[in-house]
């Protein structure tokens, strides 16, 4: 867990520390599937680390999460621009959107759609396994590759993105509402679920990340 | 649909170097059941969906020996961790999410500050304050208390803290519901009547607990055999059971136990 040195050989992959929680396990999952992560803290360090891909992780409350990732915000959407691989978890999925009922605080808006609260009748926040339904609709998602329809996966979460274009989609899993648990766009990947967390499958998604960005 | 969990608990001893997970608690007899991050690594293989890791000593001392335990842990197991035991303050949780925890939970030092679990919520989230509750029955009907129904005649449940050393005189039903309000985002129960024996969950307190907050509730205490994992699970609200010794000496492990679950009608996680 040190962002002042790396292997400048391997594809190094940012982890983005805003400053609100603890970033062990992101990074001792990338690390286990062979990746090279690298926590950076502040601007600079992102703008000197040169990163191959960028993940943000997943903590804290919408308007808290924008607050602190404005200072990244010039050299995200630069990465973002130019097909950097991007991956967001949890709460890093939902900045990316334009908007959260959570706050006023406006969102990155490099997906558009809204972010909206869970609906009444199931228990608030879900916490716990639940299952993926993958989309299939326009390509096969090379992050999604080895994972099936029906494998469970690890969500902490009270809001959830409703992305405008469907098409982004690529996978769904039901609380209460049909909801976006995959989002792809082009370099841009997020996910609702702390793959981290998700034991052996949540790993092989982090990996099929990692293989992506050496393509 | 969200999966039933099963949350295996691995009670350490940390007075031996590098920690021990022993069985039987209350058992006079304890006897060494593994490295703690090595049985961690088995019951990831075997499906588990969650692992708690207690303090059994409760030790403020040795919480920089249960922060190692994690750290070892959190390099190869990816699923939520959960520290208990000796939580005391705001800067014991603290230790353990560094250390790689996602959730901490505690008992006696919220019941003797209840803010504690504002707190924890407030800097770390709902999803990482667990409140752990150590219910016993008292039979017998008494004003204000939450009176329930058993086979063996009415009954409230008591708390009770300092590893169930002493009472407080507080109705867990009532705790809860607080503790709720409060911010904890999950609630161990355990029955102290049950505990150690082997005999199944307490269903009605399971009931009466899970029937009266919207936080998921971790049965524990009295596990001895997979069925008794169906019947709480099937016959109450509680969203996880917890089980020790079951799991510790091979006598069953978590895929059985899950097996069980799924013929039984229960969702779970295979």
Known sequence: ??????????????????????????????????????????????????????????????????????????????????????????????????????????????????????????????????????????????????????????????????????????????????????????????????????????????????????C | MLAKRIIPCLDCD?????????????????????????????????????????DITASHERRETMAKVIEKTSENVFMPLTVGGGIRELADARTAFNSGADKVSVNTAALKNPDLINDIAKYFGNQACVLAIDAKRRYGREHGRGIVDTPDGECWFECSFYGGREFTGIDAVQWAIEAEERGAGDIMLTSMDRDGTKDGFDIELTKAISDSVNI?????????????????????NASAALAASIFHFGEYTVGEVKECLRDGGVHVRM
């Open chain 1, 1 to 214: 867990m040190n962002d002042s040195h790396y292997d400048s050989n391997t594809d190094m992959i940012a982890i983005i520390d805003y400053g609100m929680g603890n970033l062990r396990s992101i990074h001792n999952a990338l690390d286990k599937v062979g990746g090279n992560p690298v926590i950076v803290s502040d601007n600079n360090a992102l703008l000197k680390a040169d990163a191959d891909a960028v993940v943000i992780p997943g903590v804290g409350s919408f308007g808290d999460a924008m607050r602190n990732l404005i200072p990244f915000s010039d050299r995200l959407f630069d990465l973002a621009d130019s097909g950097t691989p991007l991956l967001g978890i949890c709460i890093g999925m939902q900045v990316l959107f334009d908007r959260s009922e959570e706050s006023d605080a406006a969102g990155f808006g490099i997906l558009a759609g809204d972010v909206t609260r869970l609906p009444d009748g199931v228990k608030i926040p879900q916490m716990g396994w639940n299952e993926l339904t993958i989309h299939r609709n326009n390509r096969d998602s090379d992050m999604l590759a080895g994972i099936n329809d029906g494998d469970f996966f690890y969500f902490v979460h009270s809001y959830y993105c409703v992305p405008e274009d469907k098409r982004v989609i690529a996978a769904t899993t039901d609380y209460g509402v049909d909801m976006a648990a995959v989002v792809e766009k082009d370099n841009i990947h997020a996910v609702q679920f702390h793959p981290e967390k998700s034991s052996k499958k949540g790993l092989l998604i982090l990996k099929n990340f990692v293989e992506m960005i050496k």
């Open chain 2, 14 to 54: 940390l007075g031996v170097a590098h920690g021990r997970v022993v069985k039987g608690v209350r058992f006079k007899q304890i006897r060494y059941a593994g490295i703690p991050w090595e049985l961690a690594e088995e019951y990831d293989r075997q499906g588990a969906d969650e692992l708690i890791f207690l």
């Open chain 2, 216 to 236: 998921p509730v971790i049965a524990s205490g009295g596990c001895g055999n997979p069925e008794h994992i169906l019947e709480v699970l099937r016959d109450t």
